[in-house]
């Protein structure tokens, strides 16, 4: 079965950090480059960052230098470790390929950034 499943969010305090998981299962997720996406509230879904099969990575603007994505194939499970977090980081983050595929959203976790 294909299929992403996202965990890891939760409520944090500005300033504060997490870490994000995706557990796939399917080869197609460990051969092509993977991203985390988020959606806020009232706002369009964005790509966060990215990662290649090899690990190279890419990062939004608003993120370079506070979150890093990370990948272990063998465990296959794609990282996105959240530090520095702010208020306007509130979304539900989603991982999918890069580019993504309507095919393979998950559920999503919810990450709540407040003091």
């Known amino acids: 079965q294909v299929q992403l499943v996202e965990s890891g969010g939760g409520l944090v305090q500005p300033g504060g950090s997490l870490r994000l998981s995706c557990a796939y299962s399917?080869?197609?997720?460990?051969?092509?480059?993977m991203g985390w996406y988020r959606q806020a509230p009232g706002k369009q879904r964005e790509l966060v960052a990215t990662?290649?099969?090899?690990?190279?990575?890419n990062y939004a603007d608003s993120v370079k230098g506070r979150f890093a994505i990370s990948r272990d194939n063998a465990k296959n499970t794609v990282y996105l470790q959240m530090n520095s977090l702010k208020p306007e980081d509130t979304a539900v983050y989603y991982c999918n390929l890069n580019p993504y595929s309507d095919r393979y959203w998950g559920q999503g976790t919810q990450v709540t950034v407040s003091s």
């Open positions: 399917g080869t197609v997720f460990s051969i092509f480059p």
């Open positions: 990662i290649t099969r090899s690990g190279s990575t």
